[in-house]
């Protein structure tokens, strides 16, 4: 079966203090893998997308890498604001999503 | 440009109620998806529409659950009777549906219903 697992499910982190997220899937002949930010009370705010393995993506302190069978969001020296959940998601059939159940980060001053 | 917009972003019904929630996406965005997501967990998807047809609605309880997405525009989603279970936050996305697999989904805010 088709699957998403996230770890770990809550990080909590001092401001600067680097860590990373962890994606794996089991789909069958992936087709790209997203991540997704998600704030309280909002709706989930795209950030990357991977399609190969060994891509990797930047954005501000966020990196997105991906392999055969897992991806990883390396979070450097995050700040307060940087806390969220976040969600990977990988396409299965035609474009339907499946999300994992995410990780929620809190970054502490 | 603007996102994709939901409306209400609360409501509280007694089980039973029915409810409805509107959703406008991205302009110009043909492909439309409904989300249930539970707090906790990932959002599940409940169905897509293509322009004004659907795609995909295997996960939509449809003893309770409706959609619709006249002219291929906005979309309603409809739950009569609500249930206890059916509390969650749900979710309006949309793709411009030029790729297919790899289009990426851009999401609303979400509406919150509690069903007491």
């Known amino acids: 079966e088709d699957q998403v697992t996230q770890s770990p499910e809550a990080l909590r982190l001092q401001e600067g203090e680097s860590s990373s997220l962890n994606c794996s899937y089991t789909?069958?002949?992936?087709?790209?893998l997203f991540w997704y930010r998600q704030d309280p009370g909002k709706g989930p705010e795209f950030l990357f997308t991977?399609?190969?393995a060994g891509e990797e993506k930047e954005k501000e302190r966020l990196k997105a890498t991906l392999t055969k069978k897992e991806s990883f969001l390396h979070i450097t020296a995050p700040k307060p604001e940087d806390s969220a959940t976040y969600l990977c998601?990988?396409?299965?059939?035609?474009?339907?999503?499946?999300f994992g159940t995410g990780t929620r980060l809190q970054v502490f001053p | 440009e603007a996102g994709v917009a939901q409306s209400p972003r609360y409501k509280i019904i007694e089980k039973r109620q029915s409810v409805a929630f509107w959703c406008n996406p991205i302009?110009?965005?043909?492909?439309l998806y409904w989300y249930q997501q539970i707090l906790g967990q990932g959002p599940k998807l409940l169905i897509q529409?293509?322009?004004?047809?659907?795609?995909?609605d295997s996960q939509l309880p449809k003893d309770r659950f409706s959609a619709e997405r006249l002219k291929g525009v906005d979309s309603t989603l409809k739950i009569q009777p609500a249930k206890l279970e059916d509390s969650a936050v749900y979710l309006c996305?949309?793709?411009?549906?030029?790729?297919?697999?790899?289009?990426?989904?851009?999401f609303g805010p979400g509406t919150r219903l509690t069903v007491l």
């Open positions: 789909v069958s002949g992936l087709r790209g």
């Open positions: 302009s110009g965005h043909a492909t």
């Open positions: 529409f293509q322009n004004n047809g659907v795609v995909d």
């Open positions: 996305a949309s793709s411009d549906g030029t790729v297919g697999y790899s289009d990426t989904q851009y």
């Open positions: 991977l399609y190969s």
């Open positions: 998601a990988v396409p299965y059939n035609t474009d339907k999503l499946i």
